[in-house]
């Protein structure tokens, strides 16, 4: 595929730039924390109760919090948590679930008989319910939370790349390596895995979206990032109890889970027709 | 023989991401009462392309100038409307792969029955009979059995005489038929176009039949157009045209199609098809021609007809806009 | 005994000029039948198929689809193991030899496949393909090797750097040739490498790969159903039907004197690119190849067999020796000459 292809196709989608903006801004935003925030200080945690709950205005253009500190410099470094967290979760669980899943697929008989046990034991559960039941053993914190959400969460990748690994194992270039005995090891990363990641990715980069959203939710119970850390999800958890009288405590941070979410899911969308050939022809 | 269709200067180009692909640069032929005309040409050249611009069945990217007489009538300035009554009931098509072209969903009665309902106007119990008296004409002996089948309980040959007697339900002037017989094997080939023929000197309808292999041509054709690249190179009647092929491309055809009854040597044409989104320009064949002169780069060589019923497009003929 | 007798009885006896010798192959595919108390069948798609092929020679396989072709030839190599049966490849046993032996056979024998694209990793450019088996070997100067394997197979520098979808059809099944070729085989199975590609571009495969035979001296089994093609390449020739070898010889054997009625019915179904020769197709064509899971007693083409007579539906026909090297395999064949 040629480049210019691809960025033909992802500029054509209004709504891929979009999320693709959305994404490369967080980014920005997680990088230059320090720069952007207007009190660094406050963002990592320092009270100022002096301005307890202030409504939103010029000098804390989303307000503060119960403990006076700006929400904006919060939310902007919490755009880091949330990014470590989220693509941590990701990438693990893509490690761990990406290589049972090929080693499944790939060698078939009693090895993915094995896997694939194991596997429907995880999926038997549903995926929060096991990373609370797996961050309550594990204890509170955020790599304790990192580690709770990509245990929950492989299995699903293993499925995948099983299912890709089945396909991908049929094809005649892989039958060819075998033919001239190229061993099963480096068929598997060679041919294989690189032909079975297009639907692993697009999968990965909407499910950034939603390992955001889910270790925010392990913070709002407590389970997951501790005060006073820059969290989203924390936040709007201590928020909450203000909602009514104070409604942007709980909001701004709400928001930037929401946005987030939206974009990598509008980015997964935009990766699929880039890397599906139908969907890629359809748009001739 | 009356024609009846008649297609002049038919440009067909897409419009893609990667540019506009000239498709069909100026493609003329016709065909008459009674005739099966073949169309050969090897992949991507635009056999599917002018076959459904007859049907008007092009998708929306597609830009089309030109004229198609059908019984002298411009079928490209009819109404979707009145396009709509044409197809299936004076014009119907066959598509290459029978699985997909059958719903596998749906039992082969339903299918058939809702084709005939629509196009003749029948009862169900008087489909019942025209798709029995259908399914036996394209020799399938047990009607009943096939009418109660789903489609993936039938082997491809059967399927594709039912596409057949589908396409025929409702005595149709013209079949398009877009390589019946490529995804068969050569014993049910030789049925199917046997089938072909057979309906046609019964019930004397006219087929377009597109294919690749010059066999097939051989076998059923009449009359033949070669194409290449977009482009009607040749025309002629079956026997003129293997025996005294003019084109250099026919030529070369010729040669590289192995005979299952001596082993001759092939001579392989150099070079491969173009890409349409650039073409080359005058003929487009000029950079795989030997013949090629300079001004194969330069003009367009039209299609002229250089013995009685025998046309061709090239400059080493002389015609056409030559300078 | 004297001693050049003895010499001569030690050659033949050794099958010495016979790079592939196929032994009552089989090969049973298990398919599970329904969903609750799951039964399960055996699909016969290679079925007790015996031939050799001499060194430096073509032999062509052909038959209609499904009738055993490609799982033969990837049995031979032993991608699929098989059910029963032997092949010998210059008189190793291919099918006794452990994973590692088998490894150390492997650059001896290669396939080349029907669909061009697919047979190609899309991610690895022209040269990382075909470098890939030359690097597992450990060759030194892989560069320079590949860009002469390049050559042989008519392609240039410039296309190394290419990846699969940037080059047309013919361009994919020469760099699929030059893999092959990368590790000296003496033996290619050819499975329909041709069938998806334009005529114009088949006939300069075929070209190349029957030049390349001679270069290299190299042994084909070429499957086919393109029985023009066969003639074109093939010396010898296998008709299958039905997982089963029913006649065998040479080309011209086979195709000017075909002894079994499935061959002729095959024969005269063949389009011929010559309109004056619309008449000789006199044979009728009758039915459809059965289903390979239940396949017909007896004689596998009874059901469609103008010839058929009561033995055929209960007996099995063996391979009768016609002439020299010519075998077919039908009851009547002597009343069929
Ligand atoms: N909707 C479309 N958009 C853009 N290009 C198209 C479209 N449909 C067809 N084409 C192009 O038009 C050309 C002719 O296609 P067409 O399907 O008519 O070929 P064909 O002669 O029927 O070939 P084949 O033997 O492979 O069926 C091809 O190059 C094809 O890529
Ligand atoms: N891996 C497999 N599992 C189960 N059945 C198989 C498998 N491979 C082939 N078969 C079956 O074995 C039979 C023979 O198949 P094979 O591919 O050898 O036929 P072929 O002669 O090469 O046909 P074609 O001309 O279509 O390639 C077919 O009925 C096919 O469905
Ligand atoms: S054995 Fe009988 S059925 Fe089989 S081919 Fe010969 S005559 Fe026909
Ligand atoms: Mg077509
Ligand atoms: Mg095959």
Redesign the pocket.
Known sequence: MRKEETIKILLRNKLSIVGLSIIVALIIIAILASVLAPYPDQALGEPNLKERLQPPSRIHPFGTDHLGRDILSRVIYGARTSLVVGFSVVLLALLIGVSLGLIAGYFGGKVDLIIMRITDIFLAFPPLLLALLIATTLGRGMLNAILALAISWWPWYTRLARGMAISVKERPYVEASRAMGISDWKIMIRHVLPNSLSPIIVQATMDMGSAILEAAALSFLGLGVQPPTPDWGLMVSEGKNYFLNYWWYPVFPGLAIFITVMAFNLLGDAVREVIDPRLRRRLL | MKKLLEIHDLYINFKTLWGVAKVLNGVSFDIKEGEIFGLVGETGCGKSVTALSILRLLPPNAEISGKILFKGKNLLEKSEEDMRKIRGKEISIIFQDPMTSLNPLFKVRDQMLDIIELHEGLSREEAEKHAEKLLKAVGLSDPERILNSYPHELSGGMRQRIMIAMALSSNPFLLIADEPTTAL?VTIQKQILELILDLRNRYNFSVLLITHDLGVVAEVCDRVGVMYAGNIVEIAPTEELFENPLHPYTQGLLSVVPDPRTKKPLKPLKGSVPSLLNPPSGCRFHPRCIYAKDICKRAKPELHEHSPGHFVACHLYGGGNCD | MNILQGILWLVTSMGVGTVIRVEHLK?Y???THGFIRKKIIW?K??DDVSFEIKDGETFG?V????????????TILRL?EPTGGKVYFNDIEVTALSKQELKELRPKMQIIY?DPYSSLNPRLTIFDIIAEPLREYGHENVEDTVLELLEAVGLSEEHAKKYPDEISGGQCQRVAIARALALNPEFLVL??PTSALDVSVQAQVLNLLGRLQKERNLTYLF?S?DLGVVRYLADRVGV?YL?KLVEIGTIEQVFDNPAHPYTRMLLSSIPVPDPKARAIRKEKVIGEIP???HPPSGCRFHTRCPYAREICRKEEPAMIELEKGHFVRCHFVGELQ
């Not at chain 3, 038959?63 to 990837?74: A, D, F, I, L, N």
């Open positions: 094997d | 090969k595919f298990p398919i699909l798609a290679v396989l038959g209609e689809s499904g009738s055993g072709k490609s799982t033969t030839g990837r699929y029907q499975d329909e499957i159903h299958m997982g289903s390979p899971l």
